[in-house]
């Protein structure tokens, strides 16, 4: 498909530069496959639009302080250059692929140092300022340098227009963060206080958890013309036998987030079956695709002419979801990480 056709206008003052408070507050937009009108509610108010059965799959992935700022000495003729560096996903106890700015000025070879406490050997560069850093630290000791250097990774639309701060340590985390290794987070969850678990609970949804730690690809344009042209890059996830067990038993399956999705869809077999998966995704969803396994989604409303419009797109059908995002826009849902959210409800089959 023409990547054209999933463009359309935002207006700036729709992107959400903080979330709203409590966290389940925020406005919730309901679109059912196939629909041309839609239901306004609030995230506080998913218990009900849920029923006892269903089960709710969580990404449990934390974010790490994973945009680091350096220096590249001088070398030659060329004086030091200052490097800013966005992990996105890491390739052993001592290297991570990361997108580095500017990218022109490293080759192969290069030191780039984090101030006192860490150091990176670039050790391959491709297109786009990806990069493989070979750091000085590994293991443990890294994490903890990374830690003590780095800082929250915001989207770009919101690291444009402000600088991260102390509250986004705690606002650019979900609630069920516990396995470190996202450099960005699985938005849809940032919703959820105590008080809503508790009336899912009550309502009798139950709930699992997930894994996959999104990088920073997630934010990356599409920059092909044509969707069959675009390449996705990897992000690691799991599925353990126990949530496979739990998502083949469940009445319905109601993933919060596409990135939940993602990694259930990649664990299911043609015969709609998931089994325990641990390991790389490289999944793009488009229309046209056959969901395996998802029913339901939560999810925030996303970019323009991006790889997760197109699967909100394939899950309800490419005009509902224009027609929604045109209904968001006029009624001045907020957009993006912090922004609202929307329910997707697919058909029955």
Not at 153 to 161: H, S
Request: aromatic content about 8%; some cysteine.
């Amino acid at each position: 498909m023409r990547v054209s056709e999933f463009d359309f206008s935002l207006p700036d003052d729709l992107i959400a530069l903080r979330p709203v408070s409590p966290r389940d507050s925020a406005r919730l937009l309901i679109v059912h496959e196939g629909a041309t009108a839609f239901e306004e509610a609030r995230v506080r108010d998913l218990p009900s639009l849920l029923t006892a059965g269903d089960l709710c799959v969580f990404n449990d992935t934390k974010v790490i302080p994973a945009q680091l700022f350096g220096v590249r000495p001088a070398r030659g003729a060329s004086a030091e250059a200052a490097i800013e560096v966005t992990l996105h996903k890491r390739q052993g106890a001592d290297r991570w692929a990361a997108f580095a700015k500017p990218g022109r000025k490293l080759q192969v070879g290069d030191v780039v140092r984090f101030g006192a406490a860490l150091a990176g050997t670039v050790e391959a560069k491709n297109d786009g300022g990806e990069v493989v850093l070979r750091f000085d630290r590994a293991g443990a000791d890294l994490d903890r340098a990374i830690a003590e250097v780095g800082v929250t990774p915001l989207p770009p639309y919101i690291a444009g227009r402000r600088p991260a701060d102390e509250r986004d340590e705690a606002d650019y985390q979900t609630i069920f963060a516990a396995r470190e290794g996202a450099v960005a987070a699985p938005t849809a969850g940032l919703h959820f206080t105590p008080d809503l678990l508790a009336g899912l609970d009550a309502r009798g949804v139950r709930r699992a958890g997930v894994t996959l730690h999104v990088g920073a690809g997630t934010f990356l344009p599409v920059k092909a013309d044509d969707t069959g042209d675009h390449v996705m890059h990897a992000e690691w996830g799991e599925v353990s036998g126990a949530t496979a067990d739990a998502i083949n038993a469940a009445a319905r399956v109601a993933c919060i987030g596409t990135t939940s999705l993602r990694i259930v869809e990649s664990a299911a077999g043609d015969d709609g079956q998931v089994r325990a998966f641990a390991g790389d995704t490289r999944i793009f969803i488009t229309p046209g695709y056959r969901f395996k396994a998802v029913d339901v989604l939560l999810t925030n409303f996303h970019l323009p002419r991006s790889t997760l419009f197109m699967l909100v797109s394939a899950f309800c059908g490419i005009e509902t979801m224009r027609a929604a995002y045109a209904h968001a826009i006029a009624a001045r849902f907020r957009f993006y990480s912090y922004g609202d959210a929307c329910l997707l409800i697919r058909k029955a089959a």
